[in-house]
């Protein structure tokens, strides 16, 4: 999946575990864990409002995007100019 969630790296710099996270936020510990691993499908605006809120971040700070092959590509913004 393009989209990489970095939710362990702010773990790491907030030294927070898992549990105390999910705690926060209220969620349970092992749908962080499936969001924190990637394997989520998808995540409501209120869940990540309260991660942010948690971990003192911004919604950047925890997903990104990384394109097949063009990594700093933004679809729409990048665009071939012709002419």
């Known amino acids: 999946m393009p989209i990489v ?3 362990d790296v702010m773990l790491a710099r907030r030294k927070m575990s898992v549990g105390e996270l999910a705690e926060r936020v209220g969620i349970t510990p092992a749908n962080l864990a499936v969001l924190k691993n990637g ?3 998808a995540v ?3 869940t990540l409002a309260a991660l942010c809120e948690a971990l003192d971040c ?4 925890l997903l990104r ?3 097949a092959g063009e990594p700093d ?3 729409g913004r990048d665009a071939p100019v012709s002419g």
């Open 58 to 61: 911004q919604p950047g700070d």
């Open 65 to 67: 995007w990384e394109g």
């Open 39 to 41: 394997r989520a499908k």
């Open 73 to 75: 590509r933004v679809p």
């Open 5 to 7: 969630v970095d939710i």
């Open 44 to 46: 409501r605006f209120a």
